[in-house]
């Protein structure tokens, strides 16, 4: 019996209290044993371990640039004690077998708990259904699928999808981009920067007008709808409007989408290449308010690994992608807490409870209290560093975030009781 | 150049002085050649090129007919284009070929040789003259290089570290040559040829 | 000038200068001895990762005029299909001891991404749709060559309008010219079908028209820009009759313009789209003068980059993405 004794820690933000973990659940504190390891978390806040909806683990298929291993290791550094670990492997999870074996991957080597995400299409090809009753049926027991890095475009496609997932409580994650709106070759934001540089673009209107269709759909089918990475001002629009309609849609942003805009890419970075891309000041302007009002209901990742020799090439012939779950809890702090934005409890809301209730997680987002699950993240609010990529736990550096200085937030991280991370 | 504190300078030459060496070298370039026949002047900018004109005109005033006049920028030959950022090129102008021509190299001050040196490679990928002959308004002394001049308007033994300044009116408003004493540390960096 | 990477590198004093040397560059070609030997002992390589035969001779031409060593590499055949990275050809071929690198890419960027990696002064001879500064310089270098023959001594382009017509949202040739132009204190008209023009034109230092009827009688020089048929399945206009019934510059149009106007392209033409050959052989066209121009313009840059002292420290050593 291991125990270990956390004093003093605000807990979101809402009142100092002591914590003990007593194997990997919360054990009343008065009942500490002397023996037990104390942490002194004066001064530091504490929050559910977070849950990332979003994330490319890159295993099978591309472990030069990431694998359950290196990529939980980040999560935990990043405060995560749950990942879910998207389809678009090689070969692609779209079958009970390839799912349960990245989530054999994650008991045998990871540092958080992983979920594997299962395709919506064959091979990603956007034309025929998974096995999504088999991959829910198995060991993996997946919930979430998603064909993301692709839009599952074909409308009666996504109406079958979603009414077929509607038997097990499943969730399709779409990847909002029409493909005749936002053509293969489309690399940034369409709009003033990416016409002065002659860079092929794709208006907000690509996303927007997909996320309407789908909440359509959703209506009709009464089934669940997530939308992955919200990019425009244009979308949250359509968000409104059928959340007003109580149209059982969420929404998730990525860190990356709260800070940064189309003007990094003027020095033609491939760093800032990413899909959906940095858009205009104006979309992250909305995107915050949005995700203060709870409009966009979680924060995920869409960390995306690659390896530099696929990033060092000619901006438009670049890979799309940025590192993000190291970083992802300090650009929300930038961005929301310390403007006032949102208080630690929303966050721990949009950061942990929203996504471990998307995603069916049992264990994770709970209150931090006697007999639930010890999964806890303590978070020192006023430091900061600089940002040094080289020294990410990632096994990949396209990291955009590189030479700034942000919070550096993460103290100690504890899934299921085990420290993963201590500072 | 700007004007620190009292400058030593002195006047070598005054406008008079000037003509009447212009005078005398325009008839010992005539002699040498026994005429005008053949006779081409380029003059060295900036100031080479009026200094050729002015020759050009008096050569035209005692032979009666006017002697092909034109301009040859060496910025391209020099030897030490690598020590400075890169130098705006002047205007080459020639009036006719220079084949088989005598051509007469016209510059204000004679120092290093350098400049001639490059204009004498500037010449020889423009043609093949005759004979290439050299006129100064100034010798100053202090070659580096196995060059000397044919017609000089005067010979002027200087320091080192002085600098000759030739001005004219076509350019600067006024004739005169001074000697300064120059005791900035670029003055041996500049040094014109 | 340690790199030409844009138009906009260049203000109107340096414009100015480059095509007052490009004059004396020119008058190289009548001589018998076609060098001078400024450039001796330098090193350029032409770096195209697309094919440009027109473009790449000319600069060849230009730095063997001044005495360089010029050496052509064909890095055609997307470097992503070979598994090698740009930044991997372009730190292969500058390891080499280049003093210049004149990269022709197909991406937009490019040219700018390779500064980042390497010391060697970089040219931008075209990059996707981006920009082509030596283009735009021997176009603005020959247009002012026309005007100053009834113009001599014409400093620059103040009170000038000169209209850029055709595919402007592709054409790194109108985005360069654009620039130069308006930096010569030209006025500058676009004019295209809304298709053709870039997000953003509204936000461009250069008026916008979609009548090129209204446009051509108040203009000292129309810029035809080449219209590619491929546009034409990825819905930008309908059919090439309509494009050239709209927006080409038919026998018609010529009729249009001002006495002394000129009419100017960058080529490759497509006689009869976008250009009538009426107009491409017109007496005011200066099309041919164009690509004379070349050699004396490139020659004048591949100068300015190279022919004095590197006094510019090199890119210290570099943060970014960390090994």
Excluded at chain 3, 21 to 37: F, H, I, T, Y
Excluded at chain 3, 99 to 119: K, N
């Amino acid at each position: 019996m291991s125990e270990m004794l956390i004093r003093g820690a605000d807990v979101l933000g809402q009142g100092r209290a002591d914590l003990l973990i007593r194997d990997d659940v919360f054990a009343d504190p008065s009942e500490a044993d002397v023996s037990a390891e104390q942490i002194d978390a004066d001064g530091l806040v504490a929050l559910p371990g977070l849950v990332d909806l979003h994330s490319h683990l890159r295993q099978p298929g591309r472990e030069d640039t990431e694998t359950v291993a290196s990529g939980t290791r980040a999560a935990a550094r990043g405060g995560f004690t749950a990942v879910l670990a998207m389809a678009n492997t090689d070969p692609v999870a779209d079958t009970a077998e390839a799912a349960e074996h990245v989530a054999q991957l994650g008991r045998r080597d990871g540092l958080a708990q992983v979920i594997p995400v299962g395709a919506v299409t064959k091979g990603l090809k956007g034309t025929e259904l998974a096995e999504l009753g088999l991959m829910a049926r198995s060991a993996a027991r997946v919930r979430v699928f998603s064909d993301d890095g692709h839009c599952v475009a074909d409308a009666r496609l996504m109406r079958r999808a979603m009414e077929y997932v509607r038997a097990f409580d499943g969730v399709i994650a779409q990847h909002a981009q029409d493909p005749r709106l936002a053509g293969p070759d489309a690399c940034c934001h369409e709009g003033a920067i990416s016409g002065r540089l002659g860079l092929p673009g794709w208006p907000s209107a690509a996303e927007a007008t997909i996320v309407a269709r789908d909440v359509q759909i959703t209506s009709l089918t009464r089934s669940r709808l997530h939308v992955c990475h919200v990019s425009s001002a244009e979308t949250v629009d359509v968000l409104r409007w059928a959340k007003a309609r109580d149209i059982p849609v969420t929404a998730e942003v990525t860190p990356h989408h709260l800070l940064l805009t189309t003007d990094e890419v003027v020095s033609y970075d491939p760093t800032y290449k990413v899909n959906p891309p940095l858009r205009a000041a104006e979309d992250v302007a909305e995107l915050r308010l949005a995700l203060a009002d709870g409009t966009i209901d979680v924060v995920a990742t869409d960390h995306a690994p690659h390896a530099r020799h696929d990033k060092e090439h000619a901006f438009a012939e670049a890979a799309f992608g940025m590192l993000g779950l190291e970083t992802a809890l300090a650009v929300v702090i930038e961005t929301m807490i310390n403007r006032g934005a949102l208080d630690w409890a929303t966050l721990a809301m949009r950061m942990s409870t929203v996504p471990a209730h998307i995603a069916r997680l049992p264990d994770q987002g709970r209150q931090l209290m006697v007999g639930e699950p010890a999964n806890v993240v303590l978070v020192d609010p006023g430091a900061r560093a600089v940002v040094d990529a080289s020294a990410s736990a990632s096994l990949s550096r396209n990291n955009p975030w590189h030479g700034r200085e942000l919070p550096d937030p993460v103290v100690a991280t504890f899934w299921l009781g085990r420290p993963t991370f201590r500072r | 150049m700007n004007d620190a504190a009292p400058e030593a300078s002195r006047v070598v030459l005054d406008a008079e002085q000037i003509a009447r060496a212009c005078a005398r070298m325009a008839h010992q370039i005539l002699e040498a050649n026994r005429g005008a026949e053949g006779l081409v002047l380029l003059g060295i900018p900036t100031r080479g090129v009026v200094l050729a004109e002015r020759l050009a005109k008096a050569m035209a005033d005692v032979e009666g007919i006017s002697i092909p006049t034109g301009a040859l920028d060496v910025t391209m030959y020099r030897d030490d284009l690598r020590t400075q950022p890169t130098r705006p090129v002047g205007h080459t102008h020639l009036p006719i070929g220079v084949d088989d021509a005598v051509v007469v190299l016209v510059d204000d001050v004679l120092f290093s040789g350098r400049t001639v040196r490059a204009a004498l490679d500037s010449l020889g990928d423009l043609g093949r003259p005759r004979a290439v002959r050299l006129a100064v308004l100034i010798d100053r002394g202090h070659r580096e290089l196995p060059i000397r001049a044919d017609h000089v308007g005067k010979n002027l033994p200087t320091a080192a570290d002085e600098r000759v300044r030739v001005r004219l009116e076509e350019i600067d408003g006024v004739n005169e040559v001074t000697i300064v004493r120059d005791d900035s540390a670029s003055s041996v960096a500049v040094r014109r040829g | 000038m340690r790199h030409l990477l844009s138009a906009a590198d260049l203000d109107l004093t340096s414009a100015t200068e480059l095509m007052d040397l490009a004059e004396e560059m020119s008058l190289l070609q009548g001589r018998p001895v076609k060098k001078l030997p400024a450039l001796r002992g330098r090193t350029v390589v032409n770096l195209f990762f697309e094919d440009s035969t027109r473009t790449r001779s000319s600069f060849e031409i230009a730095g063997k005029w001044l005495s360089a060593d010029v050496i052509n590499v064909s890095a055609k055949g997307s470097s992503v299909s070979k598994g090698e990275s740009l930044r991997d050809t372009v730190l292969t071929v500058a390891a080499m001891g280049v003093d210049a690198l004149v990269i022709r890419h197909h991406a937009s960027g490019a040219p700018r991404q390779a500064t980042e990696w390497i010391d060697a002064h970089v040219l931008n001879a075209g990059d996707g749709t981006h920009e082509h500064p030596t283009q735009a310089m021997l176009d603005a270098f020959t247009l002012r060559r026309h005007f100053r023959k009834s113009e001599p001594g014409l400093a620059d382009f103040a009170g000038k309008t000169i209209a850029i017509v055709g595919d402007v949202t592709h054409s790194r040739v109108a985005r360069s010219n654009l620039l130069l132009l308006q930096t010569l204190g030209a006025d500058v008209v676009l004019v295209a079908p809304p298709t053709l023009l870039p997000a953003g034109v509204e936000t461009w230092p250069a008026r916008v028209c979609t009548e090129l009827d209204e446009v051509l009688p108040i203009v000292d020089a129309v810029m035809m820009l080449r219209v590619q048929r491929e546009r034409m399945s990825g819905g930008y206009f309908p059919t090439p009759r309509e494009y050239t019934i709209g927006y080409g510059l038919t026998w018609p149009r010529l009729q249009l313009l001002k006495p002394g106007a000129a009419i100017c392209h960058p080529g490759p033409m497509n006689r009869g789209l976008e250009i009538s050959a009426e107009a491409a052989d017109a007496a005011n066209s200066l099309i041919l003068d164009q690509v004379a121009a070349g050699v004396a313009i490139r020659m004048s840059v591949l100068y300015s980059l190279l022919g004095g002292a590197d006094d510019t420290p090199p890119p210290s050593a570099r943060e970014g993405v960390a090994a």
